[in-house]
């Protein structure tokens, strides 16, 4: 079971679930990552890589 934002659970689990679940919602933004159209790994793993680049990239952009 995951702990709710801002309280301890008794394993530790629980305490980035806020940073997973922001990155997982930026990629589902990609139409192409959303709904899996390509057949082969390698396409998608691609766009998969090419799209954490662009999320990176603008998460650079914020900070400077």
Not at 19 to 41: D, P, S
């Amino acid at each position: 079971m995951i702990a709710k934002r801002g309280e301890t659970h008794g394993t530790g689990l629980g305490i980035f679930r806020y940073v997973v679940e922001r990155t997982i919602a930026w990629l589902h933004g990609f139409r192409r990552l959303r709904i899996r159209w390509e057949r082969r790994a390698d396409i998608h793993e691609a766009f998969l890589r090419a799209s954490v680049c662009q999320i990176a990239y603008r998460h650079v952009q914020r900070l400077c």
